[in-house]
Nanobody
Framework: QVQLVESGGGLLQAGGSLRLSCAAS????????TAWFRQAPGKEREFVAA????????QYADSVKGRFTISRDSTKDTVYLQMDSLKPEDTAVYYC???????????????WGQGTQVTVSA
């Protein structure tokens, strides 16, 4: 019913920036809360950021607050994660997901993308 595709990951040095994209098909992003999660090797998946249906509200994990910005472009049906001042501890596979309710709990997000790798070197 809904397919999410992440892109924009890569390898870069600490202090650099990347912008991740999440494109949706099947249903428009405006109908869902959209969030980014990440998972590093040997660690559990963790919440990164979320944005409301309208794009008027966002929420961030403390670990990325002030460095990452989530945004929504309704004309392109795409959600972005602008990642600035990247740190080695940001290295992970980043996933986008959608939910019908406002939440930071990963088990409340019903549809997930395939993930995109972000690797930050020291």
């Amino acid at each position: 019913q809904v397919q999410l595709v992440e892109s924009g990951g890569g390898l870069l040095q600490a202090g650099g920036s990347l912008r991740l994209s999440c494109a949706a098909s099947g249903r428009t992003f405006s109908m869902y809360v959209t969030a980014w999660f990440r998972q590093a090797p040997g660690k559990e998946r963790e919440f990164v950021a979320a944005i409301s249906r309208s794009g008027g509200r966002s929420q961030y994990a403390d670990s990325v607050k002030g460095r990452f910005t989530i945004s929504r472009d309704s004309t392109k049906d795409t959600v972005y994660l602008q990642m600035d001042s990247l740190k080695p501890e940001d290295t992970a596979v980043y996933y986008c997901a959608i939910s019908n309710v406002w939440t930071v709990l990963d088990n409340s997000y019903r549809y997930w993308g395939q993930g995109t790798q972000v690797t930050v070197s020291a």
